[in-house]
């Protein structure tokens, strides 16, 4: 059973169209969840990482948001340029957990 | 800003070569970590290290190893390659365990 789930697997948005991605995961305990962005090709970039539930974090037109089982990326009024695989990822809480598990991600595309 | 490098964006090597892929972080991190990254698998973590010359494996350590002699430097090594191991690897770094992991731009490896 996968720890870390995301949906849908693709999205296609209008460009302004405002919607949400969403994470679910299944750890007992949540050390941290992190969120990335991967366009084709390159390596996953940072873009929030949120520790307990009802943190919220914004940048630009994403918000991110946690609950005690789930996280969701809201898109407010997405660009073309706002098209990538989106990639979220949870460390377990522990003593010598390092590791991130990772979801298999949402791929965004926006059409102008 | 925090900068992970990787040797080669791509390879193409023979069955049977020895592979090196080396990654370096500018950001004093003390862990870094390589995954690889496989279409419908998502990232999976092969090896990480949190100390130089420590090293602790991840989810799918067969037929890889690391070294890490120096703390900004972290190479994977592919003893003998297979096919199964064409994939785009990535490195990772960390200032601390609970901390973000930053990702350098991939390694595309093609085994033929």
């Known amino acids: 059973e996968d720890q870390v789930t995301q949906s849908p697997e693709a999205l296609r948005l209008q460009e302004g169209e405002s919607s949400s991605l969403n994470c679910s995961y299944t750890?007992?305990?949540?050390?941290?969840l992190f969120w990335y962005r991967q366009d084709p090709g390159k390596g996953p970039e940072f873009l929030f990482t949120?520790?307990?539930a009802g943190e919220e974090k914004e940048k630009e037109r994403l918000k991110a948001t946690l609950t005690k089982k789930e996280s969701f990326l809201h898109i407010t009024a997405p660009k073309p340029e706002d098209s990538a695989t989106y990639l979220c990822a949870v460390q377990e809480a522990g003593a010598g957990s390092y590791q991130l598990t990772f979801g298999k991600g949402t791929k965004l595309s926006v059409i102008p | 800003d925090v900068k992970v490098t990787q040797s080669s964006r791509y390879l193409v090597k023979r069955t049977g070569e020895k592979v090196f892929l080396e990654c370096v972080q500018d950001?004093?991190?003390?862990?870094m970590f390589w995954y690889r990254q496989d279409p419908g698998l998502g990232l999976r973590l092969i090896y990480f290290s949190y100390d130089v010359k420590m090293k602790e494996k991840g989810d799918i350590p067969e037929g890889y190893s690391v070294s890490r002699e120096k703390k900004e430097r972290f190479s994977l090594i592919l003893e003998s390659a297979s096919t199964n191991q064409t994939s785009m690897y990535l490195c990772a770094s960390s200032f601390r365990q609970r901390e973000t992991q930053y990702f350098g731009p991939g390694t595309r490896l093609l085994v033929l």
């Open positions: 949120l520790y307990s």
């Open positions: 950001m004093d991190h003390e862990n």
């Open positions: 750890v007992s305990g949540l050390r941290g």
